[in-house]
């Protein structure tokens, strides 16, 4: 937070001022094994409420934490992608349907164009047949 110097003197108070948009904090999984380690450490009535403060967490933090590293997720100390998960079968159930759609209208354009040659070569028999047939 920014500094800003009072009318009063050279005391320096906090900027009141919020950033518009507010930053989700995200936290590497050293920095969540770091602080697991030095929660763990922690003896002394009150070390953890000052180790949380100090580092401006919460204890759902630790608690989140440590179940993650219990069952072995390692990977799941890394910052994870918040909102709703792609649904990858979904996805490809939607190409290949988008596929099927496109594969048909070319069908049945192939289909129209070859009743229209059907129907020209029958007209041109007609036409061109008893010519034929005179000769």
Known sequence: MEQKQSSHGNKNHPN???SPTPKRRLFTAGYKLRILEEADRCEQHGGIGNLLRREG????HLST???????????ALSPQKRGPKKDEQAAEVAAL??????LRAQLAQAELIITAQKKLSQALETVIGPAENKN
Do not use: A, D, K
Request: glycine fraction near 4%; aromatic fraction near 8%.
């Open 16 to 18: 009141p001022e919020v």
């Open 57 to 60: 967490l919460y204890s759902s």
């Open 65 to 75: 934490w440590r179940r993650q590293r219990s069952t072995g997720q390692l990977q």
């Open 97 to 102: 349907r988008r596929e099927n759609e496109r």
